[in-house]
């Protein structure tokens, strides 16, 4: 089992930047991958970046250049560094880790944070 628990999120100025935190419980972490997900009102949720066990990372395009997801596996930890945020930015953003290992399917979810970008 993984809980995930988000911070980080707040009130941020067009052109800001915020850093989003994800901690991580349990021993699966780091062979899982992480991934942040985001969900506006009316919208449905969205794949912002993802990150892979070993490193490799993507990006939806709409937040390539301007976000940067990374992760510390000696200490559970995930994040999400949002640079130039735009209002179109606003949303609750969800921590996510899953992937299968020896046959088992994993899938968890934070409770989510909420950013707000707006002048």
């Known amino acids: 089992q993984v809980q995930l628990v988000e911070s980080g999120g707040g009130l941020v100025q067009p052109g800001g930047s915020l850093r989003l935190s994800c901690a991580a419980s349990?021993?699966?972490?780091?062979?899982?991958?992480m991934a942040w997900y985001r969900q506006a009102p009316g919208n449905q949720r969205e794949l912002v970046a993802a990150?892979?066990?070993?490193?490799?990372?993507d990006y939806r395009p709409a937040v390539k250049g301007r976000f940067t997801i990374s992760r510390d596996n000696a200490k559970n930890m995930a994040y999400l560094q949002m640079n130039s945020v735009k209002p179109e930015d606003t949303a609750v953003y969800y921590c996510?880790?899953?992937?299968?290992?020896?046959?088992?399917?994993?899938?968890?979810w934070g409770q989510g944070t909420q950013v707000t970008v707006s002048s």
């Open positions: 349990g021993s699966l972490f780091s062979q899982l991958t």
């Open positions: 990150i892979t066990s070993s490193g490799g990372t």
């Open positions: 996510n880790v899953k992937g299968t290992l020896f046959h088992v399917s994993h899938n968890y």
